[in-house]
């Protein structure tokens, strides 16, 4: 086990995390999870909206990454201005980043079935190191000798997001400020540079039956010094109550997912995807990913349209 994290922080340090496609985390539920990307989604739900994630990146290679993500978003004083709070953490074998971002955003009614939407964030994101839990026989680099480091940098970012009844779509770059983190005992090794990333969003939802819906989407992913990654996602909705559906990744893998509506406030995700590009470095039995939204109407909201799917 401690053989398989120790090459893992061998190849994030000799990178410097430039694995650009997973230094932001990585969700293939990120159509229910569109405030962390996207501050302007705030408040687009007509409701308080609470999402949960969980993702087991790489199962069954010791050290992968294991990443949470929760995120709440309301409208605010009136149907108008919104507000989010966004948090998630990202864990690859010794080395934890966190990121805290409150959200706000301004909504407008661009025609009775269209709202556009402009939205700001600012947080902070940090970084934790713990290279003393690896078993090191040998030494092989002063980086590693530290006990324990951390380290934290503000951020802010924007983004801009159209939505209809029947079809969406965003633009953002949610943390505009790049850092560089330090290894705390050797200032001259880079334990991760953090790279600014730009995202862009959308999707519809077709009629196909009286019974079923289809729900294509898209996310696409760009930064520096990296391929644009561009995620394919097909959803087939049944009676309004389940759905099905399969996900493409570009230079990474593929995907399937599955959910249902427990009830008109809450719904529960599963997907399974699997990694050909990591695939060829080691085994492993593909990634896990739990979702679960709660949303709640309140005050002088008006009735929730059951159900909503974006």
């Not at 050290?63 to 919104?82: K, M």
């Not at 990744?249 to 590009?277: C, E, H, K, P």
Request: glycine content about 10%.
């Amino acid at each position: 086990m401690k053989k398989n994290i120790f090459i893992l922080a061998v190849i994030i340090l000799a990178l410097g995390i430039q694995v650009q496609a997973q230094q932001e985390a990585m969700y293939t539920h990120y159509m229910y999870n569109t405030l962390e990307m996207n501050p302007a989604y705030a408040g687009s739900r007509g409701a308080l909206s609470l999402v949960g994630l969980q993702r087991n990146q790489w199962v069954g290679f010791d050290g992968a990454p294991v990443t949470q993500g929760i995120s709440l978003n309301s409208p605010i004083f009136g149907e108008h201005l919104a507000g989010g709070l966004s948090m998630g953490s990202d864990k690859i074998g010794p080395i934890k980043t966190t990121n805290l971002n409150l959200s706000f955003a301004y909504r407008m009614k661009v025609s009775e079935d269209a709202r556009l939407s402009f939205g700001i964030n600012a947080g902070f994101n940090s970084l934790n190191a713990q290279f003393s839990r690896l078993d090191l026989n040998t030494p092989i680099d002063e980086a590693f000798s530290a006990s324990g480091q951390s380290e934290w940098a503000p951020n802010f970012g924007f983004g801009m997001y159209y939505s209809t009844s029947k079809w969406y779509a965003g633009i953002s770059a949610p943390r505009l400020l790049e850092h560089t983190y330090k290894a705390s005992n050797v200032s001259s090794v880079s334990l991760m540079q953090s790279s600014r990333h730009y995202y862009a969003i959308g999707g519809a939802l077709l009629d196909i039956s009286s019974t079923v819906k289809y729900r294509p989407s898209f996310f696409v992913k760009a930064v520096a010094g990296a391929p644009i990654q561009i995620d394919i996602t097909n959803q087939f909705i049944f009676h309004d109550l389940f759905w099905l559906g399969s996900m493409i990744r570009t230079g990474d893998g593929a995907g399937v997912l599955a959910g249902f509506n427990i009830n008109s406030s809450m719904q529960f995700g599963y997907a399974y995807d699997w990694s050909y590009s990591f695939g060829r470095v080691s085994n492993h039995n593909g990634s896990h990913e739990l979702m679960l939204r709660y949303e709640l109407k309140y005050g002088r909201q008006e009735k929730i349209k059951s159900p909503r799917y974006f």
